[in-house]
């Protein structure tokens, strides 16, 4: 297992706080524009695979899929910060409620969303 | 210290990962997918702001944000497995990445990118 | 009236077209890239926002919002044409789908989705 | 000829306005506001294409295509009305300015940005 592997989101969190506290940029993280910074990211991150047609594959493109994954994550743990949620607990919360919305023998190899299952 | 707290990345990961294949799911799970999704569910965190105007703010919004939030961190973490890569790592890695992009001394008070610093 | 003002949206896609056939670039506007293309501009433009925090206006940024806008609105035109559709026409269709669900009495002053009127 | 294909953008900007201001909404629109809502309106159009992997054309998903390509445009027309500026002219201005980034001899069957052509 290596080092990362066993880092928490907690660790991490607290890097990322005392990046942000030194250069005192928590007076820009309302969670509105951290909301539009993940959109953003998230468009830099597509951005990767436009005009790529059917090769829907990561080849030739890790390197900005690594950053742009980076800085969409990055953003996210800060808007949990700033909202005073635990990440982990809203994404274990989220797997909860689809595990009902989406029952395993409904489900299986289906894109259907639930409300049309 | 929350039981969720000392969850590490990969433990989160190995449910989301069973969750996906008792659905066969992974099929539909190309980068380019998963980038899109991301991309979707950003949006659909960014709705929770629409028309709010100056009000910058959480509060009325929390069930919409955090529910927005967990499904963009959820399709980021199914990126990162779909193409190897530990998320823990990349994050780390773009967190150096910044610490020289951004000297505290420079940046400090400033949204300005790093290529205007 | 200035003369863009005169110009129909066929006289823009008439110039839009003959720029992307001078460049062979219709073997890259499949209908997929061209909505992500979409969502990356729009992005870019929203980027013209970031950090603003409760300012909502457009001053100190009009030059990046007209080049993001026009962007947009680019592939947008670019997408109905691959798609062969008149974009003036599915305006007028949706607006008229939108006098439907938004009777002027009931959402009068009101950002509440017709779903919740 | 049709009778859309002879509207100008200035006659449906014009049916906008009037469908605006009948509801009282231009209070809701802001310009970072509108920014967020082409964003939001951008990526339910991108849903239409998620999970559909190296399918990247438009048959099966037209009706909600021409729906969400309406409402990026009616978002798009919008802002441009809330900040002052000609749509037409912003679109000329921007295929001028890509005329000189993308010398036809130079960018011919390339996706390449023009900073690397």
């Known amino acids: 297992m290596s080092p990362e592997a066993r880092t928490t989101l907690d660790d991490q969190v607290?890097?990322?706080r005392a990046f942000r506290d030194e250069r005192d940029w928590s007076r820009f993280h309302t969670p509105k524009d951290l909301a539009?910074?993940?959109s953003v990211e998230a468009a830099?991150?597509?951005d990767a695979f436009r005009w790529s047609g059917p090769d829907t594959g990561v080849a030739g493109r890790e390197d900005k899929v690594r950053e742009e994954f980076a800085d969409v994550m990055i953003y996210c743990l800060y808007l949990?910060?700033?909202i005073g949620e635990d990440p982990a607990a809203l994404i274990a919360d989220k797997l909860a409620l689809n595990e009902g919305r989406y029952p395993a023998?409904?489900?299986r190899g289906s894109a259907?969303?639930?409300t049309e299952l």
């Open 14 to 16: 607290a890097a990322l």
């Open 112 to 114: 259907a969303k639930y």
């Open 105 to 107: 023998d409904k489900s």
């Open 44 to 46: 830099e991150l597509l």
């Open 80 to 82: 949990a910060d700033a």
């Open 36 to 38: 539009c910074a993940i």
